[in-house]
């Protein structure tokens, strides 16, 4: 009887872990990249340390996860939604409630908004954005792109994603971005290493939910890249389950600075409203690290989330404007004195090992750690070095006195009658030469002892 009691047991457990993964396979679902550089065998695991997915190559046969780093998260992450976020009422511009912008960082966030009546405004702040929300105030920040790209593979299709080439270095969490990648269900994947499963995290998301852009006959996404910014539209898009209201716009800005707007013209269903039965709804950003190792001879990669920025569906809806703000992170620091002495509201440590500034949770996690940086308790004395601005500053001396001394021959050259001109032909090789062979030395006594004197005709 107990051994029956111990088989129900463990036949329990192996249903509800069975259960249990099923439903977290169904939350994230698989994406068409146009792209050959595709990576099949990863492993995923969500902000809070969740496994959420193993993803394999069909053609071969990988291990089941055997080992998965501990992260500590206590200090190095935070909650994604907070209980306190306030909603009230005023006119004029935007206040970040939390947290100040580091001098240096330029902000879209904080908007001049002339209006004759009140705006709802909603503020946020996390540990690398913070966020504000404002109603009906589309027109303000909409861009009427007439001559706008769009592709082929986005055009009349469903769970597609390009990658477009940026004009501009696009900073994301503190990396610098090259390439982003867009995709149907109306998000951008920001990172380089590309998979399958692009809704999990690493994600600019201003409305990600089961769009298909062959329903409608205007349905399609386009974009333009003006150098100093990226906008995407999502034009009359439809949801694939839910296509009995009328069709979605809304588009998404990335500013060379780093900020992020998202912008909703039309919004016929509020996104809480949207089913996630097929496919994830989310409005926010992602970002994670990745773990590589080798299990049994098998390469593997595992994917880390950490950090999330969700931002609250009942708030966006038709005619609503979201502004994301980056705020500044340890691996923008270049220099140790830089990264150790800023106040910035992370533990920031420089690696002299990698002559890299962190806080260990970044895209370059694993080389921290194989570096020994996570040992270093960031209190290190920074090595004795020149400050950058005292080497800039005599360069530049260096250079002005060059330039002014060459500037002087030149115009002594070409004006020979000038007190500059004279003073040259008086001093030219030729003539000093002259006036050393002229000069006599001789050595004379004296009671003071032997002295030198010069005599010369010159």
Sequence with gaps: M?????????????????????????SEISYKVDSPSIHDSVILVDDAGRYKRQVSNPNTTVPPDTTTEQVARDKKTEAVTRPNQQEHTTSGHVQDQDRTLQPGIPTVTTPKLTTPYPL??????????????????????????????NHDALTDSHRVAVVVKLKFKFPFYGHSII???????????????????????????????NFDTRIGNTSDIYYKDYGDKLVVEWRNVHLRDQNYTEPFSFQTILHENGSITFVYRNLPLVPERISTLDH???????DAYYIDSVVYG????????????????????????????????????????TCVSQKIGFDCTWCPQISRCSDGLDWHRQEW?????????????????????????????????????????IYAYKNPQSASGQWLISHRPSQMKETVAKMKFWKKS??????????TEA
Excluded at 2 to 23: E, H, P, Y
Excluded at 382 to 392: E, F, H, K, R
Excluded at 446 to 455: A, M, N, Q, V
Aim: hydrophobic share 45%.
């Design 298 to 337: 098998y390469k593997r990669r595992t994917i880390y989330e950490y950090h999330r920025v969700a931002l609250p569906l009942a708030n966006i809806k038709t005619g609503a404007v979201v502004f994301l703000n980056p705020l500044t992170t340890c691996n923008v620091a270049s220099d140790c004195y």
């Design 369 to 409: 750690l194989e570096k020994g940086c996570l040992d270093l308790d960031g209190n290190e004395d920074c090595p004795s070095a020149i400050p950058v601005g005292v080497i800039v500053a005599v360069v530049l001396l260096l250079v002005a006195v060059i330039g002014g001394i060459s500037a002087w021959c």
């Design 446 to 455: 004296t009671p003071s002892g032997e002295k030198y004197r010069l005599e």
């Design 280 to 286: 994830p709804v989310k409005i926010g950003l992602s």
């Design 2 to 26: 107990a051994q029956m009691n111990w088989n129900t047991f463990l036949i329990g457990v192996i249903l509800f872990i069975f259960c249990k993964s099923c439903s977290t396979i169904k």
């Design 120 to 149: 709802n405004i909603i503020n946020d702040s996390h540990k690398y954005y913070n966020f504000s929300v404002i109603q009906s105030q589309q027109e303000l920040f909409w861009y009427e792109m007439k001559d706008a790209l």
């Design 179 to 209: 390439n982003v990648t867009i995709a149907t269900g109306g998000f951008l994947y920001m990172s380089p290493f590309l998979h399958q499963w692009l809704t999990a995290t690493q994600y600019i998301a201003p409305l990600m939910a």
